[in-house]
């Protein structure tokens, strides 16, 4: 089974996403250090897709959907902020809470937190 990351550098690559024929399938890991090569992986991609797209190629349409239901068309420099960069804002803001509620201390992410000392 594929697995399903819809970063910047897929919107780039891609016209669309087909959840029909690309289903969800997370990446497993066992180490703080293979997610971190997963991200790093992504990241990394992403960045130098950005550095190589063309202003042409961020005014496409870059579509969702599954099958024949379209769920959303947007320009493709529309959907690398909201799909790839406010989702994962999104997702550090939902682990700061696990974080919080689980009383681990809150690592800083634009600077120190209110837990560093």
């Not at 959840?19 to 992403?46: C, G």
């Not at 005014?59 to 769920?71: H, Q």
């Not at 803001?93 to 992410?109: A, C, F, H, K, T």
Request: aromatic share 10%; proline share 3%; with cysteine.
């Amino acid at each position: 089974m594929q697995k399903t990351c819809v970063g910047g550098w897929y919107i780039l690559e891609s016209d669309f996403v087909d959840f029909a024929n690309r289903p969800f399938a997370p990446s497993v890991v066992s180490t703080h250090e293979e997610l971190l090569k997963i991200f790093e992986k992504h990241y990394n991609k992403t960045i130098a897709a950005l550095e190589n797209a063309s202003d042409e190629e961020l005014e496409k349409l870059w579509v969702v959907k599954s099958g024949d239901t379209i769920f959303m068309e947007l320009k493709k420099k529309a959907a690398i902020r909201s799909w790839a960069m406010s989702h994962s804002v999104h997702h550090r803001g939902q682990l700061s809470v696990y974080l919080r509620l689980l009383d681990i201390p809150v690592p800083g992410m634009y600077g120190q937190s209110a837990d560093e000392k």
